[in-house]
């Protein structure tokens, strides 16, 4: 899946945990503009983004977006090395 295509389905998790419209999500997106989106909401939206991105996100990436553009930024690199499998070099990938 390449970096677009991840974007997009970050921001698609985002709209379905919340009951949100994906066409208002955009990078400049903060937490206190979407409904719902407290505390537990974010809990709950990074368990669905690790398991529809098949990525682990750790505590400090969950806790550390600002926006949804920074979340995006923060998870690229992560899905980019879930993805690239046992043995690929390249970027974001362990030699």
């Not at 970096?3 to 994906?22: C, Q, Y």
């Amino acid at each position: 899946m390449d970096d677009a295509a991840t974007a997009d389905r970050i921001v698609e998790t985002i709209a379905e945990t919340f009951g949100a419209d994906p066409a208002r999500i955009t990078r400049a997106t903060v937490a206190d503009d979407v409904d719902g989106w407290d505390s537990l909401g974010h809990s709950i939206l990074m368990v669905r983004l690790s398991r529809r991105l098949g990525a682990e996100i750790d505590a400090w990436t969950a806790s550390e977006s600002r926006s949804v553009g920074h979340l995006i930024d923060l998870l690229l690199p992560l899905c980019r090395t879930a993805h690239a499998g046992p043995g690929s070099t390249g970027p974001g990938t362990a030699p």
